[in-house]
C-alpha cells in the first residue's frame, strides 16, 4: 500500500505564503506522477497542481502564477510553494500519486488525508 502524508497546512493571512509538502512511502514499485487537490466547503475536490515523472508541470487556472509544485524523485516527496494566498485558497488540500504498488499491481490514485490551509486575516 502506498502512503501520503501532508504537512504544512495552517492559517496564513491573505498576500502570504505557505508551503506544503508531502512524503510517499509503503510499498512502492514507481511513481509516475504527484500532484495537489483541493477541496473547499461545499465545492468539489479541483486539481491544483500536478507534476508528472520528466517534469511536465500543470496548473489551476485560479492558481497558475501564485504556486508551484515540485518533486524528488529519488525522495518520493512533493511539495507545494503558495504565494500571494487570497481567502479563495481556504480549503483542505490532498497529495495525490499515480503510482503502482509492485511490478505486476495496477497502476491507481493514492490520496492523503490531507492538509488545512485557512487564509484570513
Known amino acids: 500500500q502506498v502512503q501520503l502524508v501532508e504537512s504544512g497546512g495552517g492559517l496564513v493571512q491573505p498576500g502570504g505564503s505557505l508551503t506544503l509538502s508531502c512524503a510517499a512511502s509503503?510499498?512502492?514499485?514507481?511513481?509516475?506522477?504527484m500532484a495537489w487537490y483541493r477541496q473547499a466547503p461545499g465545492k468539489r475536490r479541483e486539481l491544483v497542481a500536478h507534476q508528472d515523472k520528466v517534469g511536465n508541470t500543470n496548473y489551476g487556472a485560479s492558481v497558475k502564477g501564485r504556486f508551484t509544485i515540485s518533486r524528488d524523485i529519488v525522495k518520493k516527496t512533493v511539495s507545494l510553494q503558495m504565494t500571494s494566498l487570497e481567502p479563495e485558497d481556504t480549503a483542505t488540500y490532498f497529495c495525490?500519486?499515480?503510482?503502482?504498488?509492485?511490478?505486476?499491481?495496477?497502476?491507481?490514485?493514492?490520496w492523503g488525508k490531507g492538509t488545512l490551509v485557512t487564509v484570513s486575516a
Open positions: 509503503g510499498t512502492i514499485f514507481d511513481i509516475y506522477a
Open positions: 495525490n500519486a499515480d503510482a503502482r504498488e509492485t511490478a505486476p499491481s495496477a497502476r491507481r490514485d493514492y
